[in-house]
């Protein structure tokens, strides 16, 4: 059978195929074709979430969490390390690429050219999610909040928005200020939305154009709950003051202290969501009854997996692998660093997307990273059209005071990496090459 989705415009990989406009991104359109295709949009208890970064971990920390709390769960995710099915989980399990090919077929009647990918993607997990009768179907958006398809649904139980930074500025504008308004459109009269706690001037900015939007729409606001971290380089040992008014601690499986503020969110939004969807004790046997709630929260750590954040392998020589991509990741990737000193310095294996802010990306890595944290530096082309040269990566690093060496392939720049040093590695800047990295560190892992 043919691909359904090869005749599609994928705006993840041309991003300007379409302007960023209601009329080109066009929801009511999309609502039309959904409501053809007899795809349920609304019946489910979604948790929508929207940000620059973070979206994706605080997605995968609600999901572990309301498992644990005994909710059937639904994730989907974006974009993917290796196929498509990774972006879409159901009770925990991850789909498999012939899984996500059945759903497709489901669809496939009713796809037309006027379907983006994202948007038959995105019509899968409504339709799956809503047959599996999840009690919590977890959305992350695609790109921005109040064009993205995720957005037709109306009546979500909980709202998320996680920092903010300038990333997209092509498309959603070149200010905090812009970018904040347009993940704020996710917010719904009447739903809840937990928000970011501002850190800087910046992220102030951001989180009083957020507030205000939810205050003029008539949507609850919530902060994160308090969370404190020790990082290391297993996880983060966090603890928090303010659920049911004790504190306690806890084992994260998540490296970066970073992730704490995550943490804070996905607990806010778990309380917030068993609080106003009526699904606290679904599904729960005895044993789980006679659980405390901060048990609970425990026994959700385990279950908690991202990959390629801030994710350590365990190969030779040992590879630090992270999706960050913009300037903001490339900060709490840097100071991410100062607890992995056993893994300094390192091989920087560097490579990005031709439209993402390069020069800023690392800037703000090697401002905010440990005083000679790279050895050397090795600059690959992300495969495709939007890949950067790295060429143009190497005069970046050069104008730093760095002597970069090009490679024309991810392949090539683990070749070069690990050819004469058995020095660690740490791959950063683009999520599309991370799974490759992975499977050339350890040939006999797959995601």
């Not at 498509?84 to 012939?98: A, C, K, Q, S």
Request: proline share 5%.
């Amino acid at each position: 059978m043919t691909d359904p989705l090869a005749l599609l415009t994928d705006l993840e990989k041309n991003p300007g195929a379409r302007k960023y406009t209601s009329h080109e991104y066009n929801l009511e359109g999309y609502r039309d074709w959904l409501k053809q295709a007899r795809v349920p949009v609304n019946g489910t208890g979604w948790i929508h979430i929207a940000g620059t970064k973070g979206k994706g971990s605080t997605a995968s920390m609600i999901e572990a969490l309301l498992r644990s709390f005994g909710c059937c769960t639904g994730l989907y995710t974006s974009p993917h390390m290796d196929h498509f099915g990774e972006r879409y989980r159901i009770d925990g399990e991850t789909w498999t690429l012939d899984r996500f090919r059945a759903a497709v077929r489901r669809l496939h009647p009713q796809i037309d050219s006027n379907r983006t990918v994202f948007e038959v993607l995105t019509a899968v997990a409504f339709l799956e999610f809503t047959d599996a009768e999840v009690d919590a179907g977890i959305l992350e958006t695609g790109l921005g909040g109040r064009l993205d398809c995720t957005n037709v649904i109306t009546n979500p139980e909980v709202c998320v928005i996680t920092s903010i930074g300038l990333d997209h500025t092509r498309i959603l504008g070149n200010t905090i200020e812009s970018i904040a308004r347009e993940k704020a459109g996710i917010i719904k009269q009447g739903s809840p939305v937990v928000v970011f706690d501002a850190i800087d001037e910046d992220s102030e900015h951001a989180r009083n154009v957020i507030v205000n939007y939810a205050e003029q729409t008539g949507a609850p606001v919530y902060g994160p709950v308090r969370v404190e971290c020790e990082a290391g380089k297993r996880g983060v040992q966090a603890v928090t003051s303010e659920w049911l008014g004790r504190e306690f601690s806890l084992q994260f499986p998540l490296a970066g202290k970073f992730q704490g503020l995550n943490l804070g969110l996905a607990l806010r939004a778990v309380e917030v969501f068993l609080k106003s969807s009526g699904h606290a004790g679904v599904k729960e046997n005895e044993a789980r009854k006679r659980a405390s709630e901060i048990d609970r929260i425990r026994n959700a750590m385990p279950l908690i997996r991202w990959p390629g954040r801030m994710e350590l392998i365990h190969s030779s020589p040992p590879l630090l692998l992270d999706a960050a991509h913009c300037p903001l990741s490339a900060k709490a990737l840097g100071e991410s660093l100062h607890d992995f000193s056993e893994m300094l310095p390192a091989t920087l294996v560097w490579g990005m997307q031709r439209d993402k802010d390069r020069s800023g990306f690392f800037n703000a890595l090697i401002s905010h990273a440990p005083d000679g944290s790279f050895g050397s530096i090795v600059c690959y082309k992300v495969p495709g059209a939007r890949g950067a040269e790295a060429e143009d990566l190497a005069a970046i690093a050069g104008e730093k005071g760095f002597q970069a060496t090009v490679a024309e392939s991810p392949a090539e720049a683990w070749k070069l990496a690990t050819k004469e040093s058995r020095r660690p590695v740490v791959v950063c800047g683009t999520v599309y090459t991370i799974g490759e990295f992975r499977r050339l560190a350890m040939p006999s892992t797959s995601c």
